[in-house]
């Protein structure tokens, strides 16, 4: 059992004495336990000794030189020396081997051997703590994740260093021992650095950051904070040494990163001051004002303090039948993530503007709240604009539907882009259909010849011609003539998406034309009555008048004669100038292009 007492002692008058005060102490016989020597101390386990008591005669310390053996078999077993005399040299080496108490025999008693026990055992469980506590600090200090080491404060140079040390500058523990602190940093910076340390005095000390050379070259910075501590009696600095050559080349990048960011932003301002179109962002839950560029407040006319105290400026402004619409937008875009809406304001001049603002919601992070961020532009001359081209559309759109002719687009599969109101209620008509857009232009109600013909003519726009043809179709009224203009439609690349079709009545002007070609006929042929029918009696005319003149030659007939030459002549003059100008008339136009016959 425990409390067990091993006497190592070969004199047996001191045995009975030691023995009378253990009984004393009330300690039994099977609780203790003698042999002669250290040697045959070691043979009894560890697990049954509580107590050692070793006897070192005076003037003799061979136990003394046992005691590592002793101890290295008893480790937590406290020892006692106990001697003859007062040889202060054996008690100090008794003591500096481990003993935890010396006594001398003839200067205590059972008390005081009781109090001696007591502190014996007290002072080797003290020992034992703080052998725990320094081989525990030690596995921290060896362990320890970050760089550590322990530096003489007088010559500089490296008593120890830890594992972590070691692995980071790549030099063994035996090479850091003949290395001081100069061999591990750049030549230029070992003046400062001696600088910074000289006359520092101070317990904590942070020594900021600096560079340090690996055993390849390689330098890196760190930081370095260090404490003022003893070791091996020697005063010495404990140093804790950061990497931070990651960190300050992240902070490098994050500084150019920040300027750049900084120069961009700068940038943006510019461009976002110098646009003409208002953007703005606002919380989502109190509509505050978070941002607004030079032209919010232009759009406004109202100074951004006006503005930014007065989260519903906005919405005081609106025209009263369209806060609806805004009111409407604002649920819009937290429902579904955005919105447009077009709307009307009073600004501060008293007009009526008309305002479009397209707007985003946006989610927050980091705790940051959700905001809405939009664009708002002052369309009111563009709504003018608009307005106007509408009223001309349908002003265009009435004039084309309250036309006669037939008008319409197909794209180039034939199905209908735009067709005019006639066009529909001619195949209403004939069909018993309304034609609409998409609806294919050439259905059943036609016969396969004309859709054939058709198609080809289709083609022949759609390949790029524009024409004109002439249809006659027979109706319950008579002879109808129809003119289809065919063109093709270009995109703005200049590709032909579609054709262009109207279809005018010409049957009145086709009348007219066959009824000037019949004239025209007339006129051609009373020409070629004068020059071939009439020319002739003339002639004969004029040479009878030549006879007449030699054969009876009287003053009264010869003036007859003369008077009837010269009509003559005259009439022949008047019949040239009349064939003249027949021959001069163009008769070309006056003819009619080939027909086609509607089918």
């Known amino acids: 059992m425990k409390n067990r007492i091993l006497f190592i002692q070969d004199d047996e008058v001191k045995d009975v004495l030691l023995l009378k005060y253990l009984a004393d102490l009330n300690y039994s016989s ?232 900084k120069e961009q932003k700068e940038q943006l301002d510019e461009i976002l001051y110098s646009i003409n179109d208002a953007i703005w962002s606002r919380r989502a839950d109190t509509n505050e004002l978070i941002y607004a560029n030079n032209a919010y407040h232009k759009l406004y006319d109202y100074t951004p303090e006006n503005i930014e105290t007065d989260n519903d400026f906005v919405l005081d402004r609106i025209y009263p039948e369209d806060r609806e619409i805004l009111l409407g937008g604002m649920r819009d875009v937290r429902a579904e993530g955005k919105t447009e809406i077009v709307y009307r304001f009073y600004h501060k001049d008293g007009s009526l503007r008309t ?46 539907n309250n036309t006669k002719d037939l008008i319409w687009t197909v794209d180039t599969n034939l199905r209908i882009i735009f067709c005019n109101k006639p066009y529909q209620d001619h195949f209403y008509k004939i069909a018993g259909v309304v034609l609409e857009e998409g609806d294919y232009a050439l259905g059943n109600w036609h016969s396969e010849a004309f859709i054939t013909k058709r198609k080809k003519e289709y083609e022949r726009a759609l390949n790029g011609e524009s024409f004109t043809t002439v249809i006659e179709e027979k109706t319950k009224d008579g002879i109808q003539y129809n003119e289809i203009s065919s063109n093709p439609v270009f995109d703005h690349h200049g590709k032909i998406i579609g054709v262009n079709c109207i279809v005018r009545d010409v049957t009145e002007q086709r009348m007219q034309l066959l009824k000037i070609q019949r004239q025209n006929d007339m006129l051609k042929e009373i020409a070629w009555i004068q020059s071939h029918k009439v020319r002739g009696p003339v002639a004969s005319i004029l040479g009878l008048i030549s006879l007449v003149k030699h054969e009876q030659e009287t003053p009264h007939n010869t003036e007859i004669i003369e008077m009837l030459r010269n009509a003559t002549n005259e009439l022949d003059t008047i019949i040239r100038e009349v064939v003249a100008k027949t021959n001069d008339i163009d008769y070309s136009y006056t003819y009619l292009p080939s027909v086609k016959t509607g089918q």
């Open 30 to 261: 099977d609780q203790i336990r003698k042999c002669a020597t250290i040697t045959q101390a070691i043979e009894f386990s560890p697990e049954d000794i509580d107590l050692i008591m070793l006897y070192v005669p005076a003037n003799d310390s061979a136990n003394i030189t046992g005691m590592p053996a002793l101890k290295r078999q008893f480790i937590s077993v406290p020892v006692i020396i106990l001697t003859d005399g007062d040889d202060i040299d054996i008690q100090i080496r008794a003591i500096n081997e481990g003993a935890q108490e010396v006594m001398v025999y003839g200067a205590f008693d059972s008390a005081k051997l009781k109090t001696s026990i007591t502190l014996a055992k007290t002072r080797k469980c003290y020992s034992l703590r703080m052998k725990s506590a320094l081989e525990e600090y030690q596995r921290h200090f060896d362990n320890g994740p970050i760089p550590m080491c322990i530096v003489d404060s007088k010559t500089m140079k490296f008593l120890v260093v830890n594992n972590a040390a070691v692995q980071k500058y790549g030099y063994s523990k035996e090479e850091f021992t003949d290395m001081s602190i100069s061999d591990i940093r750049p030549a230029e910076d070992i003046g400062p650095m001696m600088e910074l340390i000289k006359g520092k005095k101070e317990e904590y000390l942070d020594a900021g950051y600096w560079r340090h050379l690996k055993k390849n070259g390689e330098v890196f910075y760190v930081h370095i904070y260090s404490h003022a501590i003893v070791f091996d009696n020697t005063p010495a600095r404990l140093s804790f040494i950061v990497d931070v050559h990651e960190k300050l080349q992240a902070d490098k990048q994050n500084k150019e990163l920040n300027a750049l960011i």
């Open 355 to 400: 305002l479009k603002a397209t707007a985003i919601y946006k989610k927050g992070i980091n705790g940051k709240p959700d905001t809405v961020d939009g664009i708002t532009t002052d369309i009111s001359k563009e709504k003018e604009l608009y307005d106007a081209i509408r009223n001309s559309e349908h002003k265009l759109l009435s004039t084309i």
